[in-house]
Structure formats: structure tokens, C-alpha cells
């Protein structure tokens, strides 16, 4: 199975939630602790769910994309969960409940509790007995919606399918210089990347859901900073799986992910957050056995990343040992056509000397090796 070109790093120890400062629901006369539209037109076919933290405009325009998509409106339903954002995110959206086509949810958790908690609130508040997942940073294409339903229809024992994630048009991401994140999924993974998968409602609440402590830190590392998540999005794909139900891939259901500039920091941030990676190959044997290069190591060139540390540190007694490090220089490099290719060597050092570090924490908690 082909990997994502770029994956959000996994996430460290949990710490105590952030309370909101706003009430945690919107009331309104049609639905008690929520705002949308009055339920009175029948159980639609498919629900979607979009997570939301920090990003009122950017969830608009999803909103704006679902309203173009060829499925009736009234076969579906859109639930927006605002994990109790900074910004008034209820109060930009809210307006647009009475001008989409297709009947929409906002709800809001009562405290900062990652993605997977909020998609569980989500999914939980419809009755749909077919589920979709994207993201706020992601435009799902006017087929994606009657893609999935159409997929799933067909193939009852299909518990959840994964749809085709693409870069925006004309962004080739091989040409990319500098620090970048973004998705881009042309096949079946074994990751479930929650910004494009469906699922049946059945299997959802046979497994619980998505896990919502597996890679979840909310405040990054210090007080006031920006929440990140990874892994409770593979964790509900494999439980899935586990628990009998087969899987599928629909190449027709495309979404367009956003590509985003982070930086070094946050790639360094990120980096240690590896630690969950084996977590999960712990809780689902399945996951390592098609995410990992090797089942002793997640990636060729963390494999080599150890060889060459390994090699640096023999040289100091046997200097022809320093020629272990030749593998992670071949296979780790950035292109030399770049112009910022000394310091862009130099930061991918930094970023595998953390990663590194992450998952060697987390393989003594563990007791397992990964490299």
C-alpha cells in the first residue's frame, strides 16, 4: 500500500482538557443544544461530519463545496462540530443554515478534546445509516458525496472505504521548496485518513468509533498552543477491519486537501508526536504489518537514520564504520536543484533525531521495538 506523500505526525501523551469559555451548544427552537434545520424532512441516505477547530472561513467553503454536490440535498445531512474553538465559529456559520440547500448541524463540544471526539459527537447526533468524514482544510468535488453512497450501497459488507485525496490543481508537490504538509491519496492505505473516508454507521457503534486518547495533545506541548491530533483516524479504520468488516477504496470520491506551509518548528513539534506510530502498531498488528517498511521499522530511512548514528558513534573507535551513514545520506537528501538544500539537510537531520527520539520513548513504554 502506498503512503500519503505527507502524513500528520502522531501526537505524544494526552494532558487535561481545555474548557471552553463560551456555553458549549447553541440553542436553537428546532434540535435542543443545537443550531440547524428543523428535522422534518426524513432520515437522509448519508451524514457528513466535519470537525472544526479555529477555522470558521475555511469550514465555510466546505460548506459551500457540499452545497454543489450532485447528490440531492435531501439525501444527506452536514453535522459541523466546532471543538470549542477561540473564534466565534457557531456565529460565522450559523447564518448559513437558512441559505445551503441541504440541512445543516452545528454542535459544539464542551471542551478542546481533538478531532476524534468531535467526529464522535457528530456521527452520534445523526441517524444516517451511512457516514462520511472530511476535514476543514479539504473541498470534497461535486461527485465525492454519490460516489461514497454508491460504493457502500453496493458492497454491504464493506464497513468503511476510503475516497482519492488530491493536491489543488496546478501544485505539483514534488516541486515544493521548504517545509510543507499536505495529502495526497491516490489508493487504498492503511491510515484511514479521516479527511476522505466513509463508513457504515453499523460498524461505527459495533467499535465505539474513533479513539480520542491514542494521539491526542492539546496544547502541543505548552499552554495556549495549537492543539494536534494523529492516529484516532487509523485507530476507528483498523477496529473496523478487526472487528469483520471489509474495507474498500473509491477513486471517484475525491477531495482536494489544501497544502500548507508550516515550517521547521512544527515539523520539529511534530516529529517527537512519532510516538503514537507505535502505539498503534501495538493495538492494531494489521497496521504495522501494511504501514511499516519493516515490522522492527516505520520508515527505510528511519532504519538508516539508526545506521548512521550507529556507524558515527563506532567511528570513534573504527573510522571505516562511518560509511554506515552512506544509506540515510542517499535515501534522506532533498534535491540538490533546490536552493536552500544545505539548510534543508540539515533540518531533516533535526526532524529524524526527534522522530527518533519519540518512538524510542514510546518503544520502552510499550516494550517493542521500533526503529
Known sequence: MARPTEKSETPGTPETPERCETPATTEAPDSPGTLGTPATLGTPEIAVVIPTFNRPERCADVLAALARQTLPPAAFEVVVVDDCSKEDTIGTLGPLVQTLPYRLRLLRTPSNRGPG?????????????????????????PGWLEAGLTHLGSHPDIGVAQGQTRAPDGVDVHQLQGWYVWRVIPEATAYFDACNVF????????????DTEIGWWPSFGWPGATPVAWGEDSAAGWAVIEDGWQRGFVPDAVVVHEVEQRGLRWHLKYGYLDRAIVALAVAHPGYRREAFWRPWAYRREDAAFALAVAGLLG??????????????LWWRHPSMRKPNFVPMCIGYVAVDAVRAAGRLSAAVKYRTLVL
Open 117 to 141: 471526539a468531535a467526529r464522535n459527537m457528530g456521527w452520534r447526533a445523526t441517524t444516517a445509516p451511512l457516514l462520511a468524514f472530511t476535514d476543514d482544510d479539504c473541498l470534497p468535488e
Open 199 to 210: 463508513y457504515r454507521r453499523r460498524a461505527l457503534e459495533r467499535t465505539g468509533g474513533f
Open 315 to 328: 567511528a570513534t573507535r573504527w573510522r571505516p564504520a562511518a560509511l554506515a551513514v552512506a544509506p540515510y
